[in-house]
């Protein structure tokens, strides 16, 4: 546990990031993911996309003064019991936020704030300006309690760091979620979904770290009626394994089998809004990552293809 202890219909949850009106990823994505779980959501919008399964056609960033206007009449009157943010768009827009929750935390806010610093679509848009890294580095890493990066977007704040990596096995992946804690001063889940793993190299990686807690996720629990009924798409030899690197040490791996889909579209935001979701309840970071990437894999599984694209997975109640 977290702290206090509360019920899901008792959380109110904040999402800061921009709009997908395809209704697969960003906003739509995190209050779908806020009600699956039984919260309350509310939503600040950094931009509105023009979007589909295929492609992100135009971004339109919001005025940052109106974003921060936006934060400061949801947090005056309904008190979120977590935060997420997404896509911050623009150095602007993600100062403007950094400044209005750091006010925030000094006024006595204790609640967690989860970072997604989304960078680039699958699709291959640019969903924040490389000159946005160095504000969510100094500003806004050192406020979340945690910071949940994709493989590029892990190697793009490292490389604005003059520390280029190219993450290529578990142990860059140690090493990059190592040093983004260390240089943002948070807690890091390093996500492993572009990243495929053998039980091999997980073994291996942790017979060298004794330390690492392993959580063998789905394939290999109780859970086979879930298994049986969809198991298409399912990988049992690749795997993908998520690293959560904690601030104040510990580091635990989270390994699943991966799942060979086009309906991932919305993926990093459903696990960022689901984590958020847990923190809010009070649960630890640890079970907090478990349960919401358990949620998102299964949200994968079980997704209808949806657009003509990488349609969106399924949020399930
Ligand atoms: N659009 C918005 C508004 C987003 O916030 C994100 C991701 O966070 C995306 C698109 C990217 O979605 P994906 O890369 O999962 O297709």
Redesign the pocket.
């Known amino acids: 546990p977290n702290g206090t202890q509360r019920a899901a219909e008792n959380c109110s949850l904040l999402t800061i990031?921009?709009?997908?009106c395809s209704g697969?990823?960003?906003?739509q994505a995190d209050l779908k993911t806020f009600a699956a779980h039984g919260c309350y959501g509310m939503s600040v919008l950094t931009?509105l996309?023009a979007?589909n399964t295929m492609e992100?056609k135009a971004v339109h960033p919001i005025p940052p003064s109106f974003v921060g206007d936006q934060i400061r009449s949801v947090i005056v009157d309904v008190k979120p019991h977590a935060i997420k943010t997404?896509?911050l768009c623009n150095a602007e827009i993600a100062a403007e936020v950094a400044s209005v929750l750091q006010a925030y935390k000094h006024a006595g806010s204790t609640a967690p704030i989860v970072c997604?610093p989304?960078c680039v679509?699958?699709?291959g848009h640019t969903?924040l300006e490389s000159d946005s890294l160095g504000v969510l580095l100094r500003d806004i890493f050192p406020i979340c309690t945690l910071v949940t990066p994709n493989k590029s977007e892990a190697e793009l704040l490292l490389g604005h760091l003059d520390e280029p990596i190219e993450i290529s096995s578990l142990d860059n992946i140690l090493h990059a979620a190592d040093r983004l804690a260390s240089l943002g001063r948070c807690s890091v889940l390093l996500k492993g979904g572009h990243f495929v793993s053998t039980m091999e190299d997980v073994h291996d990686f942790s017979e060298r770290h004794p330390s690492l807690q392993v959580v063998k996720q789905n394939l290999f629990d109780e859970n086979m009626e879930i298994l049986q009924v969809v198991s298409t798409g399912l990988e049992p030899r690749k795997l993908v394994v998520d690293l959560l690197y904690e601030r104040n040490g510990g580091a635990t791996a989270y390994v699943r089998p991966r799942i060979e889909s086009t309906s991932?579209?919305?993926?990093?935001?459903t696990l960022s809004s689901a984590i958020a979701c847990e923190l809010a309840q009070g649960n630890s970071l640890r079970d907090a990552v478990a349960s919401a990437s358990m949620y998102t894999h299964l949200g994968i599984l079980t997704a209808q293809p949806i657009g003509k694209g990488?349609g969106p997975l399924n949020h399930l109640h």
């Open positions: 990031a921009g709009s997908d697969g990823a960003g906003i931009a996309t979007q992100v997404g896509m997604d989304v679509s699958t699709s969903l991932t579209h919305g993926t990093g935001c990488n």
